[in-house]
């Protein structure tokens, strides 16, 4: 009897006893993911703007001159064309364009996550709480997102801009983020709604479990997917708050983005004398928002098998 | 285990109407009346059967007993403390006592639960000893429940099982605090016959085991006849008859009772058989 329950429990645990569901949907999601065409050029386009923002470390180290803000190269009084000393040229006093363009993929990227990353959190929880509580809360909260969804992000920035003087980059993430999160909510909550007629949430009820429980515990999971999504489309809208800004002279002075730089570029009039200048910056603020963009459209497809292709029809 | 004297669960004429807004502009509603003035109790030990059809008002019956939903009017009283009205550490401590197996396994369990997770979390929510306890716990009511080995079935997931064995996870969880009361909606309209019999006697087992009393809400007369001690009749949100099991399907006095016992298939192969054997 005895030996035949020990060979029982040897057989059973040769069978692989932890799963865990987020990396096997993480598995079956890439599966989808790869197949997808816009998917795939979305991603190489951001592993590009990844090494990018990486190599921007390197330059000032080579060379002092090489500093995106500070470096100047002496021997240059204004702009010049793309040499092997400066591979994408020099701005009006002699900075390196190349090295501007690396630290702004930089400053992209951490102002696109970082403004994404908040309001995306925002919206998930202000989401799920006005799903989950329903009446007055639900519509206090919606109607506020009504009413911030309806400002233009970028007129009221840049009137907060002109009154409180130049604005620290921090602040600009910040305001990007408190102005974008509506949107998300509104989805989320849609899903919190139907997710807690779901049976499963009365059971967790009956449980006795607390509402913070159930919020965080049980809906949190089961929307978190949808906001990762629309954190890519919030990244894209961030990054073109921010060039936008910069651009019209309201950036962090501090910093150097790819706004800031075709600010300079219109600034010193060398908009139409200087292609070399303007168009990097141009290029990278349209290819780094199309690649989240497109990243966005493939994950959209993975969480929505209506989206998907059909293979066989029948 | 059965005791005749002792209420556990009494409803004095508990009544629930739904009301839905049809119109935006003029704001006007329709009542559906769900549960008009129903009365009946529930004894100690026993398996209560609810039958009725679809739309009768017993599956609102049960989340009533609940809580899931409050009724409009009327008494609803659970082990003698009347439960409408009852909130916070009240309500926490007849969640304790009073648990729910739902109609959909496939829909009661969280996707995003193990096993584990799911059956453990009643204990974690009340508190229930540290996390070794809780693994004996767990363990010992996947047992219950014809789960096992059930360390086997910990770090399984809702879409790793059958319906049959989502199924018996939802009662594990139900039962993993040994409550008082518990309702069993419809559990096993979802599945197959062979694998609702196999359900049907895990109660019934658990009942003789925990000594819990259950209400058992179905369509099926021969599900109830099969499992339970006494029966409901509901019709249209309101009790049409009640009594011992056996009475209600050989002396059905209502004819809405009638009627649903006239309305189970019946397979004459007696006098059939007797021609060919002969």
Redesign the interface.
């Known amino acids: 009897m005895t030996v035949n329950q020990s060979t029982q429990t040897s057989k059973i645990s040769v069978r692989p006893a932890k799963r865990f569901p987020t990396i096997e949907r993480l598995k079956e999601g890439w599966s989808v993911y790869k197949e997808n065409l816009i998917g795939k050029i979305g991603l190489t386009l951001l592993v590009i703007f990844a090494l990018m923002a990486v190599c921007s470390f390197f330059p000032p180290l080579i060379d002092p001159m090489y500093h995106p803000m500070t470096g100047v190269d002496p021997l240059i009084t204004h702009s010049t064309g793309p040499s092997w000393r400066h591979w994408l040229g020099t701005d009006f006093i002699g900075r390196d364009i190349l090295c501007q363009l690396l630290a702004g993929t930089r400053i992209a990227f951490m102002v696109g996550i970082s403004a994404a990353f908040m309001s995306i959190f925002l919206g998930t929880v202000i989401g799920m709480i006005a799903g989950y509580a329903g009446k007055i809360a639900d519509t206090l909260l919606m109607r506020l997102a009504d009413m911030i969804m309806v400002m233009p992000t970028l007129l009221v920035v840049l009137i907060l801009s002109s009154l409180f003087g130049q604005l620290n980059i921090w602040t600009i993430v910040l305001l990007i983020a408190l102005f974008r999160w509506p949107g998300v909510s509104r989805v989320i909550r849609a899903q919190t709604l139907s997710l807690k007629e779901r049976p499963f949430i009365e059971a967790a009820k009956v449980t006795g479990a607390s509402h913070f429980r159930i919020i965080f515990r049980h809906i949190m999971p089961n929307v978190l997917p949808l906001s990762l999504l629309y954190m890519t489309f919030r990244v894209t809208s961030a990054i073109i708050i921010e060039a936008a800004l910069a651009f019209l002279g309201f950036g962090d002075p501090s910093t150097v983005s790819w706004g800031m730089m075709l600010q300079w570029v219109w600034k010193t009039g060398h908009m139409f004398q200087a292609p070399y200048w303007l168009l990097p910056p141009g290029i990278c603020i349209s290819l780094l928002t199309l690649s989240f963009y497109m990243m966005g459209r493939a994950m959209e497809e993975v969480l929505d098998p209506r989206l998907r292709k059909e293979v066989a029809q029948e | 285990m059965k005791d005749p004297n002792t209420v556990i669960v009494q409803l004095e004429s508990i009544s629930k109407t739904f009301r839905t807004r049809t119109s935006f502009l003029t704001g006007s509603t329709k009542e559906v009346v769900a549960l008009n003035r129903v009365s009946f109790e529930i004894f100690k030990g026993e398996i209560f059967g609810l039958v009725g059809e679809s739309g009768s008002g017993k599956t609102t019956t049960g989340r009533l007993i ?3 939903e409050t009724p409009d009017s009327g008494k609803l009283l659970v082990d003698g403390n009347d439960i409408t009205q009852i909130k916070g550490r009240n ?2 401590n007849f ?2 006592k ?3 197996i ?3 396994p496939y ?6 639960f ?1 096993v584990y997770d799911s059956v453990s ?2 204990l974690i ?2 508190n229930v000893g540290d996390s070794a306890t809780r693994k004996d716990r767990v363990r010992q009511s996947l047992k219950d429940v014809g789960l096992s ?1 059930p ?2 079935f ?4 809702p879409h ?1 099982m059958s319906g049959g064995q989502r199924q018996r996870v ?1 009662i594990a ?1 139900a039962m993993v605090l040994k409550p008082e009361f518990v309702v069993a909606d419809e559990p096993t309209s979802m599945l197959d016959a062979s694998i609702a019999i196999h359900i049907f006697n895990i109660l019934s087992e658990l009942r003789k085991k925990l000594n819990v009393t259950f209400l058992f809400i179905t369509h099926s007369l021969a599900a109830a006849r099969y499992l339970c001690d006494r029966i409901g009749v509901i019709y249209k949100g309101e009790m049409v008859e009640t009594g011992a099991a056996e009475d209600i399907i050989q002396n059905p006095q209502h004819p809405y009772t009638q009627a649903l016992i006239q309305a189970h298939p019946r397979f004459r192969h007696g006098p059939i058989l007797k021609k060919y054997i002969r």
Request: glycine share 0%; no cysteine; net charge positive.
């Open positions: 609940v809580k899931l309500l926490k969640r304790k009073v648990q729910m739902f109609q959909d829909q009661s369990l969280n996707p995003y193990s979390e009643p929510v009340h080995p360390d086997d910990f770090y399984r997931y790793q939802a969880r």
